[in-house]
């Protein structure tokens, strides 16, 4: 069976963009031929908020309740939780690749170049080195090259490709270095969508408290939405306002299920024939809709027993990667006897 991993930092509840941006698709892919490997991801969620681990704690046990409310559905055998920092092989990988990974590769990685702007302190080492972990990450499922050429598959939007492919410069660095160890990875490009904050800022974001959340309740979300940021130029109700880019719109688009008043409300919009707050409350009413299952679906896993499913998803995880670590070892000369606790 192909394996797909993928995975979310664990820094805070999962938000309308997380959804968009990868549970929607994750949820599909649950119910096709894959091997599925979704990482919790507590150890990277360490470069931005080592000074609170209180927060990333907490936040596995949210995170694993947003994916079962979203609808993935761990009691399949082919879905797996995996929680990063209880596989100590990742961590073992991640040093041995750092022995082959120029650090001018990790300088020139798109993401660790955006979110450098982004940090209010200096980087740490370990945030430097995310790219290599993200390589250990989606390498400890790779297939034996000896037993399968099959690559592990990464689930990403066009924009991200780039980013799988640093993996690929870990892995073809390594077997140049010790022969071939590694296979390889493969984005598995699908239609990802991404949400703009509430605020009109590019990005919905946490840190920039800008998101609908999955958990909030119906109020919280009412007042989010009738405070969104729309059409700046437009300063009464019957000015013909702008559609294109419009943050009110976008998320009428990726939520609101009745595409004929969708566009009604897109065409009186620009006539201004209707005003901001019939928009809003047209889309919270199709929010709301969406939020509705996935509130109850948390709701009906709140006080169970759902780190069983982490437990089971690791276990299964950890088996895969102990025989890459052993190859590793074996390939560099570390195959000195040892024990295994």
């Known amino acids: ?145 000896k037993d399968s050429e099959e690559p592990v598959l990464v689930p990403v939007g066009d924009d991200q490709v780039p980013h799988i492919e640093s993996t690929n410069h870990v892995s073809r660095a390594f077997n140049n270095t010790y022969g071939k160890t590694f296979g390889e990875c493969k984005a598995l490009v699908g239609d990802f969508g991404r949400l703009v904050g509430l605020d009109g800022n590019s990005k919905m974001s946490k840190s920039l408290n800008n998101c609908i959340y999955l958990k909030d309740e119906k109020e919280e979300v009412r007042k989010k939405i009738m405070s969104m940021y729309t059409d700046p130029k437009r300063i009464h109700p019957d000015d013909p306002g702008t559609v294109e880019g419009n943050p009110v719109f976008i998320y009428h688009d990726a939520f609101n299920e009745d595409k004929k008043e969708v566009e009604d409300l897109k065409k009186r919009y620009k006539e201004g024939t209707v005003g901001d707050v019939e928009v809003k409350e047209k889309l919270f009413d199709a929010i709301e809709k969406f939020l509705e299952p996935i509130r109850k679906r948390r709701k009906e896993f709140e006080g169970k027993d759902i780190m069983k499913y982490v437990a089971d998803g690791t276990r299964k995880a950890q088996e895969i990667a102990i025989g890459n670590v052993d190859r590793a070892r074996k390939a560099m000369g570390l195959d000195y006897p040892t024990i295994r606790q």
């Open 1 to 145: 069976m192909k394996r797909i991993l993928t995975g979310i930092r664990t820094s805070g509840p999962l938000h309308l963009g997380h959804y968009i941006g990868a549970l929607k698709t994750w949820v599909d892919l649950q119910h096709k031929d894959y091997e599925c490997f979704f990482l919790l991801a507590d150890i990277q969620a360490l470069t931005t908020h080592a000074d609170n681990p209180k927060l990333i704690q907490e936040s596995v046990k949210d995170t694993v309740l947003d994916f079962l409310a979203a609808g993935l559905d761990p009691t399949k055998d082919n879905v797996n939780f995996v929680l990063q920092s209880a596989i100590p092989e990742i961590s073992e990988l991640t040093t041995y690749f750092t022995m082959v990974t120029p650090f001018a590769w990790v300088q020139k990685n798109p993401t660790i170049k955006e979110e450098l702007k982004q940090l209010s302190k200096g980087a740490t080492l370990g945030f430097m080195n995310y790219p290599v972990s993200q390589a250990a990450d989606i390498l400890m499922v790779s297939h034996d090259p």
